[in-house]
């Protein structure tokens, strides 16, 4: 696919045609072409925030200084890399090597973001041929640091000298960072990035870059793509970023009705990918703030029938004659670009600054569980005591339950339920080790309460999206799902070299330090904890079900 085009329908045309035009008429277009900060204030936006728009042409320049690390890297048969990274960092470079075409020769990328024990095994039978890239904007989160021990530990047991482990190791990070002091001290490979650049507009920067053409993907494809889309967003007329935009601010700001239709349904040919999960962690960050957002959604979290605050983007469907309210087709460069163009003018018509990054919000949650572990020691987890407990799932729940709520899982989904707002939606969030994901659960959820629901796995998900739950709207309900690691799964409650603790303590404490965030901001929380991961999941699948039907 090389051209690109918004097509866009019915209310949200109206409401899409209304935002282009008061955007024109405040010059919005030239001056965010010509990076003039004083679109958001002279002093709220630096000139150098808005760097992501030369990235197209700049990292030109990335790539001819990496081609010695490439060729030195190949030579040494290391085709195989492990990502270590949230949000940001991680799903540009799974977008990426998602896109490029089958038998292109490509080695293997393996992202590692606390989530899924199962790619950590992999990972680990392929020492001879891993190089791990280390990827962070500031310092190394709770799981990185754990990650980096059990990798460190694993070359030293197979034989490699601490020389050569270092020379394993590839760290990402902005100049100046405290991870870019600790990677010196190390000796491990730098790879340094603008620290002004905002880490969720960074997937054409060495973030995004880096890891995929290390693992081989073409680069320079994607980023003439972004090049060639790069001029229109400088015009009134004929500029998709625009008019992408101005559907979701003018969406965002008044829908039908007087209603703002700040949910968006995101639609990919595939089924959710992780390009769904890139632009949904750039709109959170980018708009979630002030008690504002835009929420992304995808299938199958969304009610049968049409829901009066929220809108369908379809990104590059096959058939013209789709039934979302716009289609967007463009190459994974152009993709990337004209997202962030259109989250830069999302943020404009909301009245928040874009460019901010959020890191307090995740940070505060970081810090909470690094807390919890160091009380912890090498004892449980600080934790208060369960509601009730059904059979082997306890529940965990602060908010008034209505009267006649049955002590079960199938009445503590209901109160959750009957806790989402008219104009609300659902998160499901899981913090296990195995394949159970919210995804099985969602749809009859969302059928049970007519709105829609977002589903992701922990920490990544709340990691790349809490921005908005937190600070945004503040119209979620929360269902949090932790358990015990599973009977005779190594790697699930793999130790921590070094540390009094497992992933599977580090994966627990992440939930419940979400989980007291959320409730500091007076959101509706159930956690359900399945002390048999594997039955826990089969009754709580049925528990769903038989709230579904009541």
């Excluded at 024109?24 to 010509?34: E, F, I, R, T």
């Excluded at 992501?52 to 890297?73: C, K, N, T």
């Excluded at 789709?322 to 909301?350: I, K, N, R």
């Excluded at 049970?448 to 709340?462: I, M, N, Q």
Aim: proline fraction near 7%; aromatic fraction near 6%.
């Amino acid at each position: 696919m090389s051209g690109f085009d918004v097509l866009t329908r019915g209310d949200v045309l109206d409401a899409a045609l209304q935002a282009r035009d008061y955007l024109v008429s405040c010059g919005v277009p030239s001056a965010l072409a010509a990076k003039d900060p004083r679109l958001w204030g002279r002093r709220t936006v630096d000139h150098s925030r808005l760097g992501w728009l030369d990235l197209p042409y700049a990292s030109r320049g990335l790539l001819d200084q990496i081609e010695g690390l490439i060729a030195e890297v190949r030579y040494s048969g290391l085709d195989h890399i492990v990502l270590i990274g949230l949000g940001a960092e991680s799903t540009a470079a799974e977008a990426i090597m998602a896109a490029q075409p089958p038998g292109a020769g490509l080695g293997e990328l393996t992202v590692l973001d606390g989530g899924d024990t199962a790619a950590l095994g992999f990972a680990l039978q392929r020492l001879d041929r891993t190089l791990v890239v280390l990827s962070s904007k500031s310092g190394v989160s709770l799981e990185g640091d754990a990650y980096r021990r059990i990798f460190s530990e694993a070359f030293r047991r197979h034989g490699l000298s601490e020389r050569e482990i270092a020379g394993r190791f590839l760290v990402i990070t902005d100049h100046g960072s405290p991870l870019h002091d600790y990677a010196r001290q190390s000796g491990f490979r730098i790879g340094l990035t603008d620290p002004y650049l905002p880490g969720h507009y960074s997937a054409l920067s060495a973030y995004g870059l880096v890891p995929s053409v290390l693992a081989g993907a073409d680069a320079i494809g994607l980023l003439e793509e972004a090049a060639t889309l790069s001029p229109s967003l400088g015009k009134d007329d004929d500029n998709p970023g625009l008019l992408l935009g101005a559907v979701l601010g003018g969406c965002a700001q008044q829908g039908t009705e007087g209603v703002a239709r700040d949910k968006l349904v995101l639609r990919e040919p595939g089924g959710p990918g992780p390009m769904s999960s890139w632009v949904s962690h750039l709109l959170s960050v980018g708009t979630g703030k002030r008690g504002r957002g835009v929420l992304v959604f995808e299938p199958p979290g969304t009610p049968d029938g049409s829901v009066g605050d929220a809108h369908e983007i379809a990104i590059n469907p096959r058939d013209a004659q789709t039934d979302a309210d716009t289609s967007l087709w463009a190459p994974l460069g152009a993709q990337f670009l004209m997202w962030e163009y259109a989250t830069a003018v999302t943020g404009w018509l909301l009245g928040v600054n874009p460019f901010e990054p959020g890191s307090t919000v995740v940070q505060e949650a970081e810090d909470d569980a690094a807390t919890l572990l160091r009380v912890a020691g090498t004892g449980p987890l600080p934790d208060e005591p369960p509601v009730f407990v059904d059979g082997d799932i306890e529940v965990y729940a602060d908010f008034a339950w209505p009267a006649g709520t049955g002590a079960d899982v199938a009445g503590a989904l209901d109160a959750l339920l009957g806790a989402v707002p008219e104009d609300g939606y659902l998160s499901i969030v899981t913090y296990l080790s195995g394949d159970f994901s919210g995804r099985y659960l969602a749809p009859a959820l969302a059928r049970r309460c007519g709105r829609p629901v977002s589903y992701g796995p922990g920490p990544g998900h709340l990691h790349s999206t809490g921005t908005v739950h937190k600070d945004g709207p503040g119209t979620g309900a929360f269902l949090i799902v932790t358990g015990e690691p599973p009977a005779g799964d190594a790697f699930a409650d793999h130790p921590v070299p070094g540390r009094p603790y497992t992933l599977g303590k580090v994966r627990l404490a992440r939930a419940m330090a979400e989980v007291r965030a959320l409730r500091r901001r007076g959101l509706p929380v159930v956690r359900l904890h399945l002390r048999d991961p594997v039955a826990g999941a089969g009754r709580l699948t049925e528990a769903v079900r038989t709230a579904a039907r009541a």
